[in-house]
């Protein structure tokens, strides 16, 4: 708080700190607040995929319901799933509270920073959750399942689908974030979510659903799918998968769409 | 800052106080098809060091205009430009030296109250070193230094109001604007405020506040703009505005003893007395409302005098100084909105 006498502050003084820090500042903010609720964020992340490899991977095993190869063709299912998903929840849940109730938000619209670059905060720290979510799934699965091998040699590309998964669901939620009012997010999160859930070929491999043509292409559909099946391509390549090249420039694809509607209903709810 | 109704405290003049601290300019603001724009064709200009108010009745478009000015409205044309730097061209380096205390808080609730000042300081590229004692520092002027781990959910309306200002200011911001600054907060929580930003002003930051309390605009403003339907109705300091007031002051007498055409006659006849009206009604006793051109005390003997050579006995008396409030329902009417 310097006295105005002092030196003139003439014309527009440099411009901040430049938009790098403040995005950075934003993101640790948000990387802060979920290390300090790291219990509730890894239950979350945790408890419904242990439960359905728990069940598809072990129990119906057990019973002799499933192949015993079965396991092998979940995990990598399971670990899209989760980047996806993930994703999604950290970017679309607080965004409607945000912007509908709270308003914690606009002290950084209000940093200086642009406000797509708040949007695109927004996708990469629910990205970053996401890429957590399907990284713990690697030791869960290995500990809960028994017949688990992987290509090793798949691991860059695997890391690289997961990456474009995780963005993918980053920029999904915040469409749902800024497209959807409060009052209908139980809807939606019960229409959407739950069919995403079970369209995104995490259960089953894709190319075998040759005799189920309508649902083969409802999954088509589904970002999760490709990379589901990119996993498998890269990790598992015994099972039946989609090429990588096309599971690649789905994601990419699918980033650049849900990335644009996204960004744009942000900055049409950030200004009015 | 016991002066601030009059004018602007003396500085030297510097070539850098020709520019401007906020300024606005034939600024419209129409949100989406709705007919009437919100902002209509506003301009003024306020200077740095001084503080400004916006008075208006609630949808008058004062939020509008502060939207504006802190880069979360876009205007439908006109000009807004803060320390220089137009706030639709650039917002980005708007945002930098701008602080905005809003009217609804929005204090982030998953970090507790220093980490809402520190976290402010690094969105705004604060160096990580000084954050933690800068949040301290003002804290502690803001009389919070006991709820620096408290969560924002446990502060009470003042206290969360105070840890906006502090978060506002973190960045070291040349411009602060605070919208409604202390609607809903108790008197002693208000005079709090009041003094916080008298007090920033003495130390050279500008301040733009909007409120539809004219005692806040009297009190804390330099100068006032008056603002109704997106328009802007009167600018000056309050004491000028109060002086353009036609009518001036009155004098309230309750009294007993004459009739009424004798008294009017008689107090009519008194030099500075601008009219006399008759508020008897039902009320047992004569009521009389004089109007005065100058101070009501000045004229106050020889009213009395008058009264008395008129035979009658005052009971009551109450001298009425025009405030802003005056000026403001003579400006906007006394409709509810």
Redesign the interface.
Known sequence: ?????AA??????Q?????G??FL??L??DL??TG??FGSFISQVLVQPFFLLFVFGVVLGQLGYVTPGYAQLLLPGLLALNAFFVAVQATALPLVIDFSY???I??????????RLVAVEKIVFGALRGLFGSLVMIPVGYLVLDEVAWDLAGLPLAALLLVLGSLAGGAAGLVIGTLVSPRRINVVFAVVITPLLFTGSTQFPFLQLGNLRWFQVICALNPITYVSEGLRGALTPSVPHLAGWICLLALLVSCALFGAIGIRGFVRR??? | MSSQTTTLPA??A???DAEPAVEVADLVKR?GRSSRPAVDGLSFAVR??EVFGLLGPNGAGKTTTV?VL?????KTSGRATV???DVSA????A???LG?V?Q?P??????DARG?LV??A?????PRARRRALADELLERMGLADKATTNPDELSGGQAQRLIIA?G?M??P?VLFLDEPSTGLDPQARLFVHDRVAE?AA???TVVLTTHDMDEAAKLADRVGIVDHGRLLALDTPSALVAALPGEATIDLTLTGADVATLRGRIDAVRGIAGVEDLTGERPDTHLRVRCDGEAGAVLAPVLGAVADAGATVSEVDLGEPTLEDVFIDLTGRGLR
């Not at chain 1, 708080?1 to 006498?5: E, F, K």
């Not at chain 1, 003139?8 to 003084?13: F, I």
């Not at chain 2, 650039?90 to 380096?93: E, G, N, Q, S």
């Not at chain 2, 929005?106 to 970090?111: A, F, K, T, Y």
């Open positions: 708080m310097s006295a105005p006498t003139p502050r003439t014309a527009p003084r411009a901040g700190p430049g938009q820090r403040a500042g934003v640790g903010r802060a607040v300090k609720e709270t308003k914690e606009e002290d950084r619209l209000l940093a200086p920073l642009s406000t950030a200004i009015d | 500085r030297p510097t070539a850098d949100y740095r060091g939207g802190t880069t979360r409205v876009t320390a220089g730097i650039d917002p980005v380096a945002r930098a030296v905005v809003p609804r929005n204090l982030d609730r998953s970090l809402n976290w402010h690094a969105y705004h590229g604060v978060r200011l960045h070291d040349r920033l130390s050279g930051v």
